[in-house]
């Protein structure tokens, strides 16, 4: 039987992720995001499309940036702290391909707050901005904030602001996030 190439298995894999999105009809984290077209694929660790014109997952590289810039992406969030990226400047080289960029840091759990949350939905309510690449270094505060912003920010219920937050890359900081909208 013959292998199909590495790059067909990959398409189809991107295809497969990005063609059928669940988008929530209960939250969008930006009217923007409503009106939206659906992002391109960029192949990124845990990449996810949990709302049209916004692309989730794990740290990119720069090598993934310039297909981002390729691709029309304008805007890349980080929500990695500077100690996180070592000597490697993300911001520099975003803007030097033409985007923009935007860092809100955030600490761990600690850094799992309603204000954090809010910052990065502010962060997304511009339509010059997209489509946006958001990220952290899996991708599992991206979807910690953008439950938490749901659940407390919008007042939806904490099983669907967790769905919400599991469509974006929440994982590990699941059980952190409960705990927090059930207060």
């Not at 500077?82 to 809100?104: A, C, D, F, H, P």
Request: charged share 15%; with cysteine.
């Amino acid at each position: 039987m013959p292998s199909l190439p590495l790059s067909r298995i990959l398409a189809a894999t991107l295809i497969l992720c990005f063609a059928s999105p669940s988008w929530s009809t209960e939250y969008n984290p930006s009217q923007v995001a409503q009106t939206t077209s659906p992002t391109p694929a960029l192949s990124i660790r845990n990449a996810k499309q949990p709302f049209p014109g916004i692309l989730t997952g794990g740290q990119p590289s720069s090598a993934q940036l310039s297909a981002a810039k390729r691709l029309g992406y304008k805007t890349v969030i980080s929500l990695r702290a500077r100690v996180e990226t070592g000597l490697w400047n993300e911001g520099s080289t975003v803007e030097e391909l033409g985007m923009k960029y935007v860092s809100i840091p955030v600490k761990g759990i600690a850094g799992l707050t309603a204000q954090n949350a809010k910052t990065l939905i502010q962060a997304l309510a511009d339509p010059a901005d997209y489509p946006i690449l958001l990220h952290c270094g899996s991708g599992d505060r991206v979807g910690a904030l953008l439950a938490i912003d749901a659940g407390i920010n919008q007042g939806i219920a904490s099983q669907q602001a967790l769905k919400v937050g599991r469509s974006a890359g929440l994982n590990r900081l699941e059980g952190a996030v409960k705990q927090l909208l059930e207060k």
